[in-house]
């Protein structure tokens, strides 16, 4: 469907990562009146029907997953198992009939308890501004097999993180520069890397707006179990402060942050 330069200056305006959805709403509503053109007004319809119907498509929740989910080659973690069990905590939460007796008026998307899944490090930036962010992990470690110093491991790793000796071997991993993608590990030909650990990181308190914040991440490499009992948690949190709708990471300071810290370090 074509755009007239107006319409596409307009769509521009919408923040990048709903631009999309945006877009394909813009179009399925122009073509539904029977159109082939999208025009400026065209654009501000869709946005008055969007902002008009807005509080009855408000769920109380928003999940969504890594796009990449079908044969991604940096995918670490599977996501499916982890996103339907998420779901269902949101679901059993209440979160919608919550909210209604929180905040004054109607709903809006933003009112929404936001959790974002990626796959792999290689993560857009949805997990930094979340209220939960999940990230794919593999824990990298070295084994018996003896080292051939081809030096590939120390070319794929873009965090800088192999430490090699003179001769070119492997000594060590450093773990503080270390983003658990599991790069090294796949390419090593020998066998001298091996995977120790698989899981996902958790970040909380993200958001965008007026004040925009990125997630904290919390320390350690948590299976599917631990992180839908953190999610659960986060909930009971939010559902104990909020008093009228605030974000999660509006309510979380820095002790909360140290206390979950605590709770969850494995």
Not at 17 to 38: D, P, Q, W
Not at 49 to 78: I, T, W
Request: glycine share 8%; net charge positive; charged share 25%.
């Amino acid at each position: 469907m074509q755009w007239t330069e107006e319409a596409e200056a307009a769509v521009k305006k919408v923040p990048f990562f709903v631009r999309k959805k945006v877009r394909s709403r813009v179009e399925k509503e122009a073509a539904e009146g029977g159109k082939t053109r999208i025009t400026l007004s065209d654009v501000k319809t869709t946005q008055a029907n969007y902002l008009r119907k807005m509080s009855s498509e408000v769920k109380g929740y928003q999940v969504d997953a890594c796009f990449g989910q079908s044969g991604c080659p940096h995918r670490v973690m599977p996501s499916q198992g982890l996103l339907k069990k998420i779901e269902r905590v949101m679901i059993d939460a209440h979160l919608l009939e919550f909210l209604k007796q929180r905040v004054p008026g109607d709903l809006k998307f933003h009112h929404e308890f936001r959790i974002s899944i990626a796959d792999c490090p290689n993560a857009c930036s949805q997990v930094q501004i979340k209220d939960v962010g999940i990230i794919g992990a593999a824990l990298p470690g070295l084994t018996e097999s003896p080292c051939t110093s081809c030096g590939i491991c120390k070319e794929v790793c873009k965090e800088d993180a192999i430490q090699l000796s003179e001769t070119g071997k492997i000594t060590a991993i450093d773990r503080s520069r270390c983003l658990y993608c599991r790069s090294c590990v796949a390419e090593c030909p020998t066998g001298t890397l091996k995977t120790e650990k698989k899981g996902y990181r958790v970040l909380i308190g993200g958001k965008l707006g007026r004040h925009p914040r990125l997630a904290q991440e919390l320390p350690g490499i948590h299976n599917e179990e631990t992180v839908v009992h953190m999610i659960s948690d986060f909930l009971a949190f939010y559902k104990t402060h909020n008093t009228h709708g605030q974000r999660f990471s509006k309510l979380l300071t820095d002790q909360d942050i140290s206390a979950f810290s605590r709770k969850w370090r494995n």
